[in-house]
Nanobody, 127 residues
Framework: QVQLVESGGGSVQAGGSLRLSCATSGYTYSTGCMTWFRQAPGKEREGVAT????????YYVDSVKGRFTISRDNAENTLYLQMSSLKSEDTAMYYC????????????????????WGKGTQVTVSS
């Protein structure tokens, strides 16, 4: 049984940084992808960064490129999202998700393609 547990959210001023963590258990796919999504009130859930398990390639949505970095610690089975230069529009609930296979970076940023989800961690950026 795959379990994903996010942590690290909080409140920060604009321009600040946060690092989100996603502790993973039971995920044994070597050819899948793991993705960070976010959902702001009244908006659809969007993928912001994805990590290909095989090879470690990363993909980002344009709005976070250069500010967010996704990484994975294989030994700790933990996915991270380092967020810097935060803006008020980054305020959202952030979710960790995983798929059992990889079908391209854009595919892995699609919320309908994920098979496993965490419960989320809230990030609030004040201006």
């Amino acid at each position: 049984q795959v379990q994903l547990v996010e942590s690290g959210g909080g409140s920060v001023q604009a321009g600040g940084s946060l690092r989100l963590s996603c502790a993973t258990s039971g995920y044994t796919y070597s050819t899948g992808c793991m993705t960070w999504f976010r959902q702001a009130p009244g908006k659809e859930r969007e993928g912001v960064a994805t990590f290909r398990i095989s090879g470690g390639s990363t993909y980002y949505v344009d709005s976070v490129k250069g500010r967010f970095t996704i990484s994975r610690d294989n030994a700790e089975n933990t996915l991270y999202l380092q967020m810097s230069s935060l803006k008020s529009e980054d305020t959202a609930m952030y979710y960790c998700a995983a798929a059992g296979f990889f079908n391209g970076g854009s595919w892995c940023l699609g919320r309908n393609n994920m098979g496993y989800w965490g419960k989320g961690t809230q990030v609030t950026v004040s201006s």
